[in-house]
Nanobody, 123 residues
Framework: QAQLVESGGGLVQAGGSLRLSCDAS????????MAWFRQAPGKERVFVAV????????LYADSVKGRFTISRDNAKNTVNLQMNSLKPEDTAVYYC????????????????WGQGTQVTVSA
């Protein structure tokens, strides 16, 4: 069930930046963990980053650490993913997700998802 709405995807050259946003107004208050996952063609959906809505604590996949930053805007009820120094291997559909628990990285632990937004990084 799509309760979240992503925006901000697009086409960018390697080394460039994009900022993704997730409208989280559709999530229940019990879903305190907000995460970004991505899925490349023919591959599994994998964890990118997570932020705890209440505390702001974050966790990143090793592949994006130091390049991506996850944040939340309480006033706008959005979660953002700032992506810098993009590489062709970052090309994927990016999904926003909401779930219970503390900094979980497993897909199965998230039960509210957006429809996804395409990010394409050209070499």
């Amino acid at each position: 069930q799509a309760q979240l709405v992503e925006s901000g995807g697009g086409l960018v050259q390697a080394g460039g930046s994009l900022r993704l946003s997730c409208d989280a107004s559709g999530r229940p208050f019990s879903r305190n963990a907000m995460a970004w996952f991505r899925q490349a063609p023919g591959k599994e959906r994998v964890f990118v980053a997570v932020i705890m809505w209440s505390s702001g604590s974050t966790l990143y996949a090793d592949s994006v650490k130091g390049r991506f930053t996850i944040s939340r805007d309480n006033a706008k009820n959005t979660v953002n993913l700032q992506m810098n120094s993009l590489k062709p291997e970052d090309t994927a559909v990016y999904y926003c997700a909401a779930g219970r628990g503390w900094l979980y990285t497993g897909v199965e632990l998230y039960d509210y998802w957006g429809q996804g937004t395409q990010v394409t990084v050209s070499a």
